[in-house]
């Protein structure tokens, strides 16, 4: 049974960034409708082309583990998952909030919906994540 499952990327650290890609990769190998939403430091090192680059201090630790055992970079996870059907999106208010370009959002992503709509979208999914 395919399930809608939103997933909404906030946080800064590789940790979070990994986890929504793991999530993204597997839900949509699974044939789930998943949807990415990119906000602030997430969207800005989507923008920048950082994001699979950790914070300096722990997170560096927590990328070379990953690393070591082989593991893909999160930004490699996305596209997998995007291949396999899904759809990555930032708020209209928040590409602007993160400092992003709105032209470059949009190469970015596949919408930039208001928060009215990226809000009845979660109300609607089956799970719902705020990572």
Known sequence: M???????????SFARRYQVASH????????????????????????AGTFDEPLQGED??????????????PAEMLAEARLLG?????????????????SRARELVDEVPGLQELLSRARAADLVLYV
């Open 2 to 12: 395919s399930r809608s499952i939103v997933l909404h990327l906030h946080g800064e």
């Open 24 to 47: 993204a990769i597997t839900a949509a190998a699974a044939g789930d409708a998943v949807l990415v939403v990119f906000w602030f430091d997430a969207l800005a090192r989507l923008a």
């Open 60 to 73: 560096e630790a927590v990328a070379a583990r990953h690393r070591a055992l082989g593991l893909p970079p």
């Open 86 to 102: 899904a759809r990555f999106a930032a708020c209209e208010t928040g590409v602007r909030l993160a400092g992003v370009d709105p």
